[in-house]
């Protein structure tokens, strides 16, 4: 069976430091992949997906960035934090082409920057 | 444009009683339509989907959600909802007309259901 994992679960960053957040994708090949971020506890933003080693597509213009450097690892980050990028960030997987399109979340990662 | 409503930012029933979580659409081609939950500090987990077929779709924890194509909906529901259902819902739709995003998802805002005791 496939399964997502993201860490860290919980992460206290001060204004201005880096940031890296992993996601590693088991039981599959070739997902795509997707980082979303959730404010308040309500809405999701996407910020990036990907459909192959190296290919991201960002959603928005902000202060992060995402890499694949791997089929099934998709890395979130970020040189300079604000207070801003705190949030609930998610991380998700779906079948390539053929699929039906759903999602299937990660366990989240909380970023508080102070 | 693709796009997702979910007009009820609250709903709130008691233990027991039958359950309607709303949720409209709007797509250029036919929708592959979603519903996900999320516990408090914990990712968004698969309910149903409706992807073609039966409108009436049963999903997880004896949920189930029907497609109505005339109304554009695919309401949530559940005919007993219990305490531990209390959690955040989001309904999600995948557009396959021309020109849409490949596998692209598009959420809600959200609902968040309490069921008292």
């Known amino acids: 069976s496939q399964t997502i994992h993201q860490w860290p679960a919980t992460l206290v960053q001060p204004v201005g430091s880096p940031l890296s957040l992993e996601c590693t994708v088991e039981?599959?090949?070739?997902?795509?992949l997707y980082w979303y971020r959730q404010a308040a506890g309500r809405g999701l933003q996407l910020l990036f997906y990907?459909?192959?080693?190296?290919?991201i597509s960002s959603e928005v213009p902000q202060n992060l960035s995402a890499s694949r450097p791997q089929d099934r690892q998709f890395i979130l980050s970020s040189k300079k934090l604000l207070l801003s990028d705190s949030g609930f960030y998610l991380c998700?997987?779906?079948?390539?082409?053929?699929?039906?399109?759903?999602?299937?979340f990660g366990e989240g990662s909380r970023l508080t920057v102070l | 444009a693709q796009s997702v409503a979910q007009p009820e930012d609250q709903v709130n029933v008691a233990e027991g009683n039958p359950l309607t979580v709303k949720c409209t659409y709007s797509v250029s081609g036919n929708p592959y339509l979603f519903w996900y939950v999320q516990y408090p500090n914990r990712g968004l987990q698969f309910l149903l989907k409706?992807?073609?077929?039966?409108?009436l779709v049963k999903g997880s924890y004896g949920f189930e959600a029907e497609f109505n194509k005339s109304q554009t909906s695919f309401h949530l529901k559940k005919p007993s909802a219990l305490v531990s259902d209390s959690a955040l819902y989001f309904c999600?739709?995948?557009?396959?007309?021309?020109?849409?995003?490949?596998?692209?998802?598009?959420f809600g805002r959200g609902t968040q259901l309490t069921v008292w005791p």
């Open positions: 409706y992807i073609t077929g039966d409108n």
């Open positions: 990907s459909v192959g080693i190296g290919q």
């Open positions: 999600a739709v995948r557009d396959t007309g021309r020109g849409s995003t490949l596998g692209r998802l598009y």
């Open positions: 998700a997987w779906s079948v390539r082409d053929m699929g039906t399109g759903e999602l299937f």
């Open positions: 039981g599959t090949s070739n997902p795509n």
